[in-house]
């Protein structure tokens, strides 16, 4: 077999393309005609809000390694400022695709349903008086306008929130100037109006606050205006171990969050350049920094669109997951659990078995201690309200993710409501997000002996994104991974280190270097013409030596699937390379959020779930564990009822090219059709399997 140099950066696709990449798969889910029309502006605003974050977070670390003047080159050759130059390209052609959509399609798609967006000017009647009242009575009250001038310095924008600009003159001094108006960000941005034969009649917020300028800026004359959003550089400056104190250290960053640099300014695309051209000054942006749109600034906010119009027709048919055969009662869960490992698919398996172990847990006297691991939670969370109330009689610590980021406020609020309870609250290692899932719980049991029961899963402890997101939970008392567990929470309250936490990898001591052998040893195998295959499903697959070890893989011979949702460095298809890896990314109605690891072994399977992605932080810069399926049949539902279906599926799967594109996956003769007639789609398949005869979790499912 000829040498190749597997680092060479023909071979790697750049991270960030391929994320756009992503977000256009997205997009096409808000254009697809098959989706009910709401769920398509719901589509259309998660874009938008991904977009945010991009903007803050990956461009504004591009333009701060430039301003370093870094010329660091990635795997693909790229240097910040070839990739700034061509990331700027792309991004304004896919806000340009944006409007399109929300213009071209669902604009007119609402209209013919009765559902309407009109302009402020064009109200008559008790839709106008409505409007009227509602702007006197709830929106004035709070607004503060401020116009620019040598005692009135620019106001700090505060970072996305929506302001409205005014080109003013003065009725007496005829004067010019720019006056700023900050939107109130707790008002809605779409406010219902009185409406006639049954339709659904909406204003946009700050088109109100634009025809009320005159209660405003009395004594001006308004020349024009327009409504225009600054987005900032969200990355958290955070020097751990110069702090004493993690807690209050990013409780500091995130109030310093809302003064970074901005990085784009989005501005209606009518605004007259007397107020684009200050801002952009004011800001210190450059010509690709600005986003004219045309339409409302903000497409994340048409989420509120969906979410208030009561149209059941134009949504989603509401998906309710079946329980499991057994009642996850006090005592009866954990009795369960000594028979036999529970797996949970979710949100097709119900979310409530990890509530109850938890839950159940806090009520039952017969535990002793809980330990938890938080990355994300929801706003009044069931799970840490029942570690609050086993605090009152059981020995709980929890290891709360201070840097999760954007959710650093609600962790922050959660640490100190879990302290004041009297819970360990622990904030993980010093440089190293806490990112696994892990719960572990001793309990003395009816036979006298004192067992650990543990919950290991793929997402977060989030009851709220458990109806939407599609994740897989392990409930075991095996004690070889229960004492695993066990090792990890000393490695994440005292930094207890062991060289290895087997049968669990953990990173950042040896996980990344376990999935490195285990494709290597698929190479081995297939070089001796043993069964070899790999199945990897991952949200994002960028780790560069995990990719040399596919390639390598691929030459040698192994099959190679991988289930890739969003970003991936890798290019399938090369000849001689990776002619022998296949990757497909399925966008749908619930977000692939799960990862698992299948390895054919030379005919033993090994199949891992974990909570980490193939890249780079997340395999050194997180605390992430990767957990082995050790029951039979719980591996062959995971192999045959799961990983399966996601390669049949052709209904929401896009297959990635070697140039980084992406196609649709065509239904063949054999492919099942799905309720809308475009193929297998794996998520229906899944409903419908849940909406069966309800079935053991201990027990394998047929994929047929």
Request: glycine content about 4%; proline content about 6%; some cysteine.
């Amino acid at each position: 077999m000829p040498r190749i140099n597997l680092s060479d950066a023909r071979y790697y696709l750049n991270r960030h393309e391929s994320w756009l990449a992503f977000n256009r798969r997205v997009l096409e889910e808000a254009f697809d005609e098959n989706n009910p029309l709401l769920e398509r502006v719901k589509f259309l605003a998660i874009t938008a809000s991904n977009l945010d974050e991009f903007v803050e977070i990956r461009v504004a670390g591009l333009l701060q390694q430039l301003e370093q003047g870094s010329q660091t080159a990635g795997p693909d050759g790229l240097d910040p400022e070839e990739q700034v130059t061509r990331l700027s390209r792309e991004v304004h052609d896919f806000v340009s695709t944006q409007y399109e959509c929300w213009n071209q399609r669902l604009l007119p798609a609402l209209t013919k349903e009765g559902i309407r967006i009109l302009p402020v000017a064009s109200l008559e009647g008790k839709a106008k008086d409505t409007a009227d009242l509602f702007f006197t009575r709830q929106v004035d009250p709070i607004l503060t306008p401020v116009t620019i001038d040598p005692s009135h310095p620019f106001p700090h924008v505060i970072n996305k929130a929506l302001c409205v600009a005014f080109f003013l003159k003065h009725g007496r001094r005829r004067t010019t100037y720019l006056g700023v108006v900050t939107v109130p960000r707790k008002l809605p941005r779409l406010i219902r109006i009185p409406s006639k034969n049954g339709n659904v009649n909406y204003v946009f917020l700050h088109d109100l606050i634009e025809c009320h300028t005159r209660n405003l800026y009395k004594g001006y004359h308004v020349l024009s205006s327009g409504a225009f959003r600054a987005t900032r550089n969200s990355n958290l400056y955070l020097h751990e171990e110069e702090s004493r104190n993690l807690l209050e250290l990013v409780d500091t960053q995130l109030h310093n969050r809302r003064k970074g640099d901005v990085v784009r300014l989005e501005i209606e695309a009518d605004a007259a350049s007397e107020i684009v051209d200050p801002l952009a000054n004011q800001f210190g942006l450059r010509d690709w920094q600005i986003f004219k749109t045309l339409g409302p600034v903000n497409l994340s906010r048409l989420f509120s669109l969906a979410e208030q119009t009561d149209r059941p027709d134009l949504k989603f048919q509401p998906f309710v997951p079946k329980p499991l055969s057994f009642a996850p009662k006090a005592g009866d869960l954990f009795s369960q659990i000594r028979k036999e490992d529970i797996l949970l698919h979710h949100p097709y398996d119900s979310y409530e078995p990890v509530v109850s172990f938890l839950d159940s847990a806090a009520r039952d006297p017969q535990v002793l201690s809980i330990k938890q691991t938080l990355y994300r939670t929801n706003e009044n969370s069931p799970i840490v309200r029942a570690l609050i109330d086993a605090a009152q009689t059981k020995e709980v610590a929890v290891v709360v993710e201070l840097k999760a980021r954007f959710d650093e406020a609600s962790n922050i609020r959660w640490a100190r409501s879990l302290e004041e309870a009297g819970v360990q609250v622990f904030h993980g290692l010093v440089g190293l997000k806490t990112h696994c899932k892990l719960a572990l719980l001793a309990r003395t049991d009816s036979d006298g002996e004192v067992r650990q029961y543990a919950h290991l899963g793929t997402g977060n402890y989030n009851p709220s994104t458990a109806h939407f997101y599609s994740d897989l939970s392990l409930l075991t008392c095996d004690p070889e991974i229960t004492s695993a567990v066990h090792a990890v929470f000393n490695y994440l309250t005292a930094r207890s280190e062991r060289p290895d936490y087997k049968p669990l990898f953990v990173s950042p001591v040896d996980l990344a270097k376990n999935c490195v052998e285990l494709i290597d040893r698929e190479s081995y195998h297939a070089r001796r013409r043993r069964p070899a295959r790999i199945i990897a499903k991952v949200n994002a697959l960028l780790d560069q030596p995990v990719i040399e070890a596919l390639y390598r893989a691929s030459r040698a011979g192994v099959e190679i699937d991988l289930i890739v949702r969003g970003a991936c460095a890798l290019r399938p298809n090369l000849r001689r390379v990776s002619q022998r890896i296949r990757v497909r990314s399925i966008v749908g109605r619930f977000l692939e959020h799960s990862r698992i690891f299948y390895f054919e072994n030379g005919g033993e399977p090994l199949i891992y779930l974990g909570s980490a992605d193939w890249m780079p932080r997340n395999l050194h810069e997180r605390v992430e564990v990767m957990f082995p399926v050790k029951n039979l049949e719980l591996r062959k539902r995971v192999f045959d009822e799961i990983l399966q279906s996601y390669l049949r599926d052709h209904g929401k799967s896009r297959i990635l090219r070697a140039d980084g594109s992406y196609v649709r996956a065509f239904p063949n003769a054999a492919a099942r059709p799905s309720r809308n007639g475009v193929g297998f789609n794996v998520q229906e398949f899944f409903m419908e399997l849940a909406q069966g005869p309800q079935h053991d979790a201990t027990a394998v499912a047929s994929a047929a």
